[in-house]
């Protein structure tokens, strides 16, 4: 018997808004063989972002959707989902991103958009709690771990099912840059781990 045909590479749409670390590590993925998988799209809330300059780089097709563009959220989250639309994305990948999608997108993309978060949720989670934000917090709490959760997003800031998490410890005299960093380590594998297993 002839072996089945393998199957197409899915699309994936990474929306950022910074450095692109999380980006670089499916881009070298899917290079590598390691996900069946394209990124197909690279949205940016931030004309000035590096992961821009990541995409670019490797012929990945950009945007930048800047919500001090648009009158108000909603005109700024319908800009993000005709860019997103467009792209025609098996899945949507939220990382290092600043911005909230419009209702519309995640009810055209069911279980199918994805965001990491810098902390262990349910705990740290919510408006506001972003970079530095949640280091800080979580070191405020008195917390002993902390990690990245890896979860499917709905209406609501890191409030989707949980897929994935990963933990590191909070160690005595952490800041909110030596917490950041040292979960840098941790979180790219976990990303991908996911989306392997999604895909």
């Known amino acids: 018997m002839m072996p089945p045909p393998p199957a197409q590479p899915r699309r994936i749409a990474v929306a950022i808004s910074g450095n692109g670390t999380l980006l670089q590590a499916v881009m070298d993925a899917c290079a590598a063989g390691v996900l069946n998988a394209n990124v197909a799209l690279v949205l940016s809330t931030n004309a000035h972002a590096y992961g821009l300059a990541r995409a670019q780089n490797a012929g990945i097709p950009t945007a930048v959707v800047p919500k001090n563009e648009f009158p108000n959220d909603a005109a700024c989250a319908q800009a993000r989902h005709?860019?997103?639309?467009?792209?025609?994305?098996?899945?949507?990948?939220?990382?290092?991103?600043?911005?909230?999608?419009?209702?519309?997108?995640?009810?055209?993309?069911?279980?199918?958009?994805?965001n990491c978060h810098p902390a262990l949720l349910p705990a740290f989670g919510g408006k506001g709690m972003y970079g530095r934000h949640v280091h800080e917090a979580v070191i405020a709490s008195g917390a002993t771990q902390s990690g990245c959760t890896i979860h499917h997003v709905d209406e609501h800031y890191d409030n989707g099912e949980i897929l994935a998490q990963d933990r590191i410890p909070v160690l005595a005299g952490d800041t909110p840059e030596t917490l950041a960093a040292r979960l840098a380590t941790i979180e790219p594998a976990l990303l991908v781990n996911t989306l392997q297993q999604l895909i």
């Open 82 to 114: 005709e860019v997103l639309a467009n792209a025609k994305p098996d899945f949507i990948v939220l990382a290092g991103f600043l911005g909230k999608l419009a209702p519309k997108t995640i009810a055209a993309f069911p279980r199918r958009v994805i």
